[in-house]
């Protein structure tokens, strides 16, 4: 098992400050938002795009799968009543020359190994494609 510390500070009435070792991520928790800073529903979908580039890196020496790049899309939809996410459509973009086969093989291994997007899978649709860049 392993444990992972978060320690966020509300700093005005605009935004939060979210703190871990050594790194810090600006909130918007104000209720008009603001443009400068990742809202709730928009760091939910950072933490499953770095979830999927992190298994990426994760897989690729196992595989002796050769990149260039990597790019995740997503689209996350919130409904009202009640609040709360219902759905999130990926798209990983991978710049390689490997085969379809390998293409397809790095998208399995993204979904069997992912602790953020298997949880979020159990919450909520997620659904999402993976392809060549170009």
């Known amino acids: 098992m392993l444990d992972y510390h978060v320690v966020a500070t509300r700093q005005d009435a605009q935004g939060s400050l979210a703190v871990c070792k050594q790194a810090q991520v600006l909130l918007d928790t104000d209720p008009k938002g ?3 800073a990742f809202n709730p529903a928009e760091l939910f979908l950072a933490a499953i795009a770095a979830c999927m580039i992190k298994g990426i890196e994760r897989v690729t020496p196992l595989l002796s799968f050769e990149l260039r790049g990597v790019e995740v899309r997503l689209t996350g ?3 009202d009543a009640p609040p709360r996410m219902v759905r999130v ?3 990983l973009i991978i710049d390689t020359d490997e085969s379809d086969h390998r293409l397809a093989l790095l ?3 993204v979904h ?3 602790a953020i997007s298997n949880t979020v899978a159990l919450a909520l649709t997620l659904e999402g494609v993976i392809r060549r860049k170009g």
């Open 34 to 36: 603001r443009a400068d």
């Open 77 to 79: 939809r919130r409904q």
């Open 89 to 91: 459509d990926y798209e």
């Open 107 to 109: 998208h399995t291994n």
């Open 112 to 114: 069997k190994y992912g």
